[in-house]
């Protein structure tokens, strides 16, 4: 039996794969940057440096970003109506509706026929 996967399982299965990548890559590269001399690089001090850098100064980076959209959203939010101003408004709502049903239970007949026409 032949098991297809969907395209969200594909794209899934894809992150997972990266992400298992780039963490050993990142682990490997840690605690034993010598590794990379395999590519010519020689300089582990700076190797290990950047590989701490790079993720701190992202993480550093993104939460700025979100700190400053929370206080854009603050700044250009209005600010909500105070409650009595709610309550006031239901209340009269309330209130236009029963004088609403309560005119409609008086008016003769003939009126509640030309209104539901």
Same mark, same amino acid.
Do not use: R
């Given at each position: 039996? /032949?098991?297809?996967?969907?395209?969200?399982? $594909?794209?899934?299965?894809? &992150?997972?794969? #990266?992400? !298992?990548? =780039? *963490?050993?890559?990142?682990?490997?590269?840690?605690?034993?940057?010598?590794?990379?001399? /395999?590519?010519?690089?020689?300089?582990?001090? $700076?190797?290990?440096?950047? &590989?701490?850098? #790079?993720? !701190?100064? =992202? *993480?550093?980076?993104?939460?700025?970003?979100?700190?400053?959209?929370?206080?854009?959203?603050?700044?250009?939010?209005?600010?909500?109506?105070?409650?009595?101003?709610?309550?006031?408004?239901?209340?009269?709502?309330?209130?236009?509706?029963?004088?609403?049903?309560?005119?409609?239970?008086?008016?003769?007949?003939?009126?509640?026929?030309?209104?539901?026409?």
């Amino acid at each position: 039996m /032949v098991n297809h996967m969907s395209k969200d399982q $594909a794209i899934g299965g894809a &992150i997972l794969v #990266v992400c !298992v990548a =780039v *963490a050993l890559f990142y682990v490997v590269t840690l605690f034993y940057p010598a590794w990379l001399g /395999v590519f010519g690089i020689t300089d582990t001090a $700076a190797v290990q440096f950047w &590989i701490v850098a #790079v993720p !701190v100064f =992202v *993480a550093f980076v993104a939460i700025m970003l979100i700190g400053a959209w929370i206080g854009w959203t603050m700044a250009t939010t209005p600010p909500p109506k105070p409650i009595e101003e709610i309550t006031t408004e239901m209340e009269e709502k309330k209130e236009e509706a029963q004088a609403e049903t309560s005119t409609e239970a008086t008016a003769p007949a003939s009126e509640k026929k030309s209104k539901k026409q």
